[in-house]
C-alpha cells in the first residue's frame, strides 16, 4: 500500500528552524522524483522544493525559499527531508509531500497527508 506520511511540523518564532521529514512506503522511492509543495489559506498550492531521482538527486526551488530552505532525500531510510531555515511568516503553510515517476503507459504520482508548520510572534 502506497504511503506517505509527513512529519516535524508545528509553531516556531520567525528566524526559527524545522526539519519536515516525510515517510514513504510501498512504491520504488529511489525510481521516483520527490517534491516538497506547500498551501497557505487562500492561496494556490506552490513547489517549494524538488529532488530527482537520479543518482545526480538534483534539486531546485522556489524562489522565495533559495538559501533558506533545503531538500534532500535517504533512498535506504525511504525519506525525504525538508530543512527550513531563517522562516519568515509567509512560510507559514500546510506542506506536502510529492512522489512523481514517469512511465510510457502512466505516470505515478502520489501525496502525503500534509504537515502544519506556522510562523509567528
Known amino acids: 500500500q502506497v504511503q506517505l506520511v509527513e512529519s516535524g511540523g508545528g509553531w516556531v518564532q520567525p528566524g526559527g528552524s524545522l526539519r519536515l521529514s516525510c515517510a514513504a512506503s510501498?512504491?520504488?522511492?529511489?525510481?521516483?522524483?520527490l517534491n516538497w509543495y506547500r498551501q497557505a489559506p487562500g492561496k494556490e498550492r506552490e513547489l517549494v522544493a524538488g529532488?530527482?531521482?537520479?543518482?545526480?538527486?538534483?534539486?531546485n526551488y522556489a524562489d522565495s525559499v533559495k538559501g533558506r530552505f533545503t531538500i534532500s532525500r535517504d533512498n535506504v531510510k525511504n525519506t525525504v527531508y525538508l530543512q527550513m531555515n531563517s522562516l519568515k511568516p509567509e512560510d507559514t503553510a500546510v506542506y506536502y509531500c510529492?512522489?512523481?515517476?514517469?512511465?510510457?503507459?502512466?505516470?505515478?504520482?502520489?501525496w502525503g497527508q500534509g504537515t502544519q508548520v506556522t510562523v509567528s510572534s
Open positions: 529532488i530527482t531521482s537520479g543518482v545526480s538527486s538534483r534539486a
Open positions: 510529492n512522489a512523481v515517476a514517469r512511465a510510457l503507459v502512466r505516470n505515478y504520482d502520489y
Open positions: 510501498g512504491f520504488p522511492f529511489s525510481n521516483y522524483a
